[in-house]
């Protein structure tokens, strides 16, 4: 079967790549071979690759900059994926929980109305709609806090600054199931395998995220705790938890986006991964 990956350099594209090198033929053209936010690139792209199926990973997903430039992110998170949607073709795309405000106290389901804080949460949002507005065959699976060992993320920023200075201010009032790379990408293969063997999915929205919810302050003191045994870092830092509204400039974040992954898990038998483990096998990597 042919997949086409977009967004293939990505953190999670990375993992992806790994997951599905067998059975699968893989085409993976760079964002400058196939800028998804040009409906021309697109559809050229696709007459001359003919997948099977789309992945999309590819995203603007820098949380602050969406805010300065939201012209950026709406033109990749929604525009693009309007683009990729055109084709018909079958689409397994990724979206976050940041389409949600955070104001419930409980992980949210898919059921649950979006309500995004900022500006690319609105972007993804957006995705979402332009998406299952063209495109009946459509698998959301929205995530929150990737991590692993290609690319930026939160685990590596945690590790850098605490090789590098003492005090650390992280927030201890916004919660979200953190997610590791590898994991997502494994059950994105075991998608792509069921519509290999059964031409359909089961279309729709899902959630896959880590457990358990935790706070960023506490993913926080969990990463050094791990890298201390692992000889990531020589010493401990020292960890301060902050409020929100003490955080110097920072994007309004729903405070409680923590995703409940049951639905994808009785649909498919694919299992939330424990963040905890994941996190070891990243850091294991990194020592």
């Not at 945690?158 to 590098?164: D, R, T, V």
Request: net charge positive.
């Amino acid at each position: 079967m042919r997949v086409l990956l977009v967004g293939a350099s990505g953190q999670l594209g990375f993992e992806v790549k790994r997951q599905m090198q067998a059975g699968f033929t893989l085409m993976l053209p760079s964002s400058r071979q196939l800028d998804i936010r040009s409906a021309e690139q697109v559809a050229k792209a696709l007459r001359e690759l003919k997948p099977d199926l789309i992945i999309n990973a590819a995203a603007f997903t820098a949380v602050d900059q969406a805010e300065q430039e939201p012209e950026q992110a709406f033109a990749v998170n929604e525009r693009g994926v309007k683009h990729l949607a055109q084709s018909n073709l079958p689409i397994v795309h990724l979206s976050t929980d940041y389409v949600f405000n955070g104001e419930l106290q409980r992980p949210y389901r898919e059921e649950d109305k979006p309500a995004p804080l900022n500006s690319y949460g609105q972007s993804k949002l957006a995705g979402e709609k332009a998406l299952t507005a063209v495109n009946p065959r459509h698998l959301i699976l929205r995530t929150g806090g990737l991590f692993g060992v290609h690319g930026n993320n939160f685990v590596k920023a945690i590790l850098y600054k605490a090789q590098n200075r003492q005090l650390l201010t992280v927030v201890n009032d916004q919660f979200s199931t953190p997610t590791p790379a590898p994991a997502l990408a494994k059950a994105i293969g075991q998608l792509a395998k069921h519509y290999r063997e059964q031409a359909k999915l089961p279309w729709g929205i899902y959630h896959f995220g880590g457990q358990p919810a935790v706070s960023w302050y506490e993913f926080a003191v969990t990463i050094a705790e791990q890298a201390l045994i692992l000889g990531l870092l020589k010493q401990r830092p020292e960890i301060i938890a902050i409020k929100s509204a003490d955080y110097p400039g920072a994007v309004c974040r729903p405070r409680y986006s923590a995703l409940d992954s049951g639905l994808l898990q009785r649909s498919l038998g694919l299992s939330p991964p424990d963040w905890r483990d994941g996190l070891r096998q990243m850091l294991a990597q990194l020592a």
